[in-house]
């Protein structure tokens, strides 16, 4: 039963520790950005906003992990462990270079206005491991 505790606190915490780190980051780019538009007399994009919060998605993949774990009948707390460590880290990790992805991204549109859909384009491609890692082991639990 310890096992799958803290497999299942691994799952959120794990995942919501990437979600702080890539909101941090991508956030510090978008109010670059915003800077970087009102020196330049330029209008500052609200959609900024939407990559600053990117990868907080990775927090609710790890908390619907945890709450599978914890709901698993398995009496296998060492696979149980393994999932949420495992999980939560891949998960965290995705979210952490979302968080990259999206300060890039943030900087290119202050700086061009240009590309968005280009840029919404290859986050998703960097939430589609998180997504995949979720469905997954939600499979294997």
């Known amino acids: 039963m310890d096992l799958q505790m803290f497999g299942a606190a691994a799952a959120l915490g794990l995942a919501a520790l990437g979600s702080a780190l890539g ?13 970087k538009c009102f020196v330049n007399d330029k209008p500052a994009p609200f959609l900024l906003v939407a990559f600053a919060g990117v ?6 993949y790890g908390f619907l ?8 009948t398995s009496e296998n707390g060492l696979g149980l462990l393994g999932a949420g460590v495992f999980g939560g880290l891949a998960m965290g990790l995705s979210a952490l270079m979302q968080g990259k992805a999206a300060a890039r ?10 590309g968005t859909a280009n ?9 589609t491991v998180a ?11």
């Open 119 to 127: 840029y919404f384009m290859v986050i998703g491609i960097v939430e």
């Open 55 to 60: 990868a907080l998605t990775q927090t609710i």
């Open 23 to 35: 909101t941090g980051i991508a956030s510090q780019a978008a109010i670059g950005g915003w800077k």
């Open 105 to 114: 991204a943030a900087d290119a549109l202050a700086e061009t206005g240009k």
């Open 65 to 72: 992990l945890m709450n599978f774990i914890l709901n698993s």
């Open 131 to 141: 997504l995949f890692v979720m469905v997954f082991l939600l499979l294997m639990l």
